[in-house]
C-alpha cells in the first residue's frame, strides 16, 4: 500500500512528467528538430523511471517486508515471485 508521504510525492512527480509529456506533444505539432525531440522523450522516460523506483522502494520496505516478517511461508514466496517477475520484466526490455 502506498503511503501518504509516497503519494504525494510520486502525484507531484508525475504531474511534472503530464507537463513534459505536453511540452513533447507541442514540440512535435511545431515540427521542432527531432533530436530535440527525442531528448525530451527521453528525459520524460527518465523521469518515469524515478517514480517507478519510488514506488518499488515503498513496496520494499511496506509489503515485502510485512511478508518476511510473517509466518506464512506461502505469502513470502508469492512476495519472492513477483520480484522475480518484475525484474524478467524490466530487464528483458
Not at 39 to 44: F, W
Amino acid at each position: 500500500m502506498i503511503n501518504d508521504k509516497v503519494k504525494k510525492q510520486t502525484i507531484a512527480r508525475l504531474r511534472k512528467i503530464e507537463g513534459q509529456v505536453k511540452g513533447i506533444q507541442k514540440m512535435i505539432e511545431k515540427r521542432r528538430y527531432c533530436i530535440d525531440v527525442v531528448m525530451q522523450i527521453e528525459a520524460a522516460e527518465s523521469a518515469l523511471h524515478g517514480v517507478a523506483e519510488i514506488i518499488l522502494k515503498n513496496h520494499l520496505e511496506t509489503c515485502v517486508l510485512k511478508a518476511f516478517r510473517s509466518k506464512d511461508l506461502d505469502e513470502r514466496m508469492q512476495k519472492v515471485n513477483e520480484l522475480i517477475d518484475l525484474y524478467r520484466k524490466v530487464h528483458s526490455r
